[in-house]
């Protein structure tokens, strides 16, 4: 039985311009950190891990019965952050604004995926875009520094109109994303 490391996502298309100054900023403070590329920012609704292929149709399926009742809807990306806190800075990442249909959608997900045997989130949902994992805390407070300047700044508003099956492959470059299939909203 074939399988791949999977996710569900939102896509962003056209990642904007602030994306990358952040991000440009964010590498001159010459912290240790690994950017994600911008064709590979997303919001991740629910990382799956190791998927094996049979499950493909069932995922699409509870994925199809969370956003049936969905209307597309308007994403505000604003702010950023990191987690877990400023003084463990392990990932930054930039702000859904009025996230509740983003964390509704999720939260329907994880709790049919589990019938699957996926495991649920133990954490509540947080809706956000990682733009960046920070790998020691060298440069912390310059990489805080930067942060804050952004902290109220928005950065997209986009239309959300589907939610993709996601297959990530990991590479000496950073993680590869195809997308599997794509359910419209």
Do not use: C
Request: glycine share 6%.
């Amino acid at each position: 039985m074939s399988s791949f490391r999977g996710f569900i996502a939102i896509d962003i298309e056209d990642v904007p311009k602030l994306f990358l100054e952040l991000q440009r900023q964010i590498v001159e403070t010459g912290a240790d950190v690994k950017l994600v590329k911008p064709r590979s920012i997303h919001i991740t609704l629910k990382f799956l891990g190791n998927v094996e292929e049979k499950l493909i149709k069932p995922i699409e399926n509870i994925i199809r019965d969370a956003v049936v009742d969905v209307d597309p809807f308007t994403v505000k990306l604003r702010g950023a952050g990191v987690f877990p806190n400023q003084n463990y800075i392990r990932v930054i990442w930039i702000g859904i604004e009025d996230g509740d249909i983003i964390k509704i959608i999720a939260g329907r997900i994880d709790e049919r995926l589990s019938e699957l045997g996926f495991q649920r989130e133990k954490r509540e949902f947080s809706p956000h875009v990682t733009i960046a994992r920070v790998k020691t805390a060298k440069k912390r407070e310059d990489l805080m520094n930067v942060i804050r300047r952004y902290t109220d700044t928005s950065f997209k508003v986009f239309n959300v109109e589907a939610v993709a099956l996601k297959k990530s492959v990991l590479t000496k470059e950073g993680a590869v994303y195809t997308t599997i299939s794509k359910i419209k909203i």
